[in-house]
């Protein structure tokens, strides 16, 4: 499938009441389309790595109660699964698209890795735009914009890395649903490259820390 873009359909799934009906709207709505942003950009990742790259779209595979409220594709150096590498993500809440690069708290890395970030402190700060944002919890769709946060806001984050456990850190964009559905396929392969080009160099550092 050649991806076209997002659309107001895709978002709308998340207004489905109870969890199979969404996992069903999930599954024939936004599915196809992961797959196809898998498709498209593992060859790139592994390109723009140097590691060999898998694509996981998420199953939603433990939940029994509880409809999910976001759903998205991640690329890892692993087959098997992503959540304790170093990862990419593509996804979808309500609200907004997300492109990440993710350290999440099944990560054996995070401590080595919160270290590293105080260490290139500075060149954080140089490389990451004022627009990307971080977030320290994957499951909230909540954000912390980088042009707003001061250098100890900054410590404070990777600190926190190193010591709380369920501590979690990502980096990258959020683009709000009305632009989402503005853009056009070409435009959101573009647009989701550079961002990977932008946080690859933290990929290269949690690398390095593992």
Partial sequence: MLFTGFSQKDFNVFDIEGLDDRMEGIKTTIRPKLEALGQHFTPTLSALSGDEMFYHVAKHARRTKNPPKDTWVAFANNKRGYKMMPHFQIGLWKSHVFVWFAVIYESPIKESFGQALLQQLNEVEQII??????????????????????????????????????????????????????????????????????????????????
């Fill in 129 to 210: 735009p004022s627009h990307f944002v971080w977030s320290k919890d994957h499951t909230q769709p909540e954000a912390l914009r980088m042009g707003s946060l001061q250098t100890g806001d900054l410590k404070e984050l990777f600190t926190r890395l190193q010591t709380v456990k369920k501590a979690e850190i990502l980096c990258g964009i959020n683009i709000p649903r009305e632009k989402a559905i503005a853009l056009s396929g070409e435009e959101w392969l573009t647009t989701i490259e550079d961002t990977f080009k932008t946080v690859l160099p933290l990929y290269k550092l949690a690398q390095a820390s593992s």
